[in-house]
């Protein structure tokens, strides 16, 4: 499966160290490696392609690097990246996320796709980008997707909030109770998102505007 045994924090390293773009927004460069760092190792630890991992094809993938991290091209090197298979729920996130985002630029169309591929893992979702903390999830969603951030302004989980825009989408829901706080399940959707980041040694970016 090409280069395996490297750590996250390892891959997140030399993102960051090795391979940086001149003038790229430095959160959005940690978001990037963060991402691209968990998968990697889950890519290499169940032995499936990269591409599977983070939702992007080859060529987007060597895209977000030429975006990003320029010198470490590398890293692709060996790797198995071939069109990841989209499910009909993700390629709605997928939708989802893209009508809502900020400038609909190149870089929110990957961060599009990588969201909604990790949105498919177990864990919180900023566990699942590899983020530090659940404020620097708050910090993506508020700059790059922004109307959204505004429409989750009781703080909902982000995986429960996407699927109830995604059930609103197709006038099914999911949860049959009529306001939350009645909801004997209240703590499922909005309670604490503790944990420790799948990435731990990382210092997390502080959250800021």
């Avoid at 729920?89 to 809502?100: F, G, Q, V, Y």
């Avoid at 620097?136 to 429960?160: C, G, T, V």
């Avoid at 040694?201 to 502080?206: F, G, M």
Wanted: proline residues 6%; charged residues 25%.
């Amino acid at each position: 499966m090409g280069q395996t045994g490297h750590s996250a924090e390892r891959i997140y390293t030399s993102l960051c160290w090795h391979g940086t773009a001149a003038g790229s927004d430095l959160f959005d460069m940690h978001v990037s490696a963060c991402m691209i760092a968990i998968a990697m190792q889950e890519a290499d630890k169940e032995d499936t392609p990269l591409s599977e991992a983070i939702g992007l094809s080859g060529r987007e993938l060597r895209a977000l690097f030429v975006m990003m991290f320029p010198d470490a091209l590398g890293l692709l090197d060996g790797r198995e990246t071939p069109d990841p298979s989209i499910a009909d729920e993700e390629s709605a996130l997928r939708d989802i996320l893209w009508m809502h985002s900020a400038d609909a630029s190149p870089f929110e169309r990957l961060l599009t796709a990588m969201i909604a591929r990790r949105s498919l893992r177990p864990n919180h979702l900023w566990q699942d980008l590899g983020l530090g903390n659940r404020s620097e999830l708050s910090k993506l969603m508020r700059r790059h997707f922004p109307r959204l951030a505004e429409r989750n302004n009781r703080d909902m989980k982000w995986k429960k909030f996407f699927y109830r825009m995604m059930c609103s989408s197709t006038g099914y829901s999911l949860c049959l109770s009529p306001v939350c706080s009645e909801c004997d399940d209240y703590q499922t959707c909005f309670g604490p998102e503790d944990g420790s980041s799948l990435l731990s040694s990382l210092s997390p970016v502080e959250p800021g505007p």
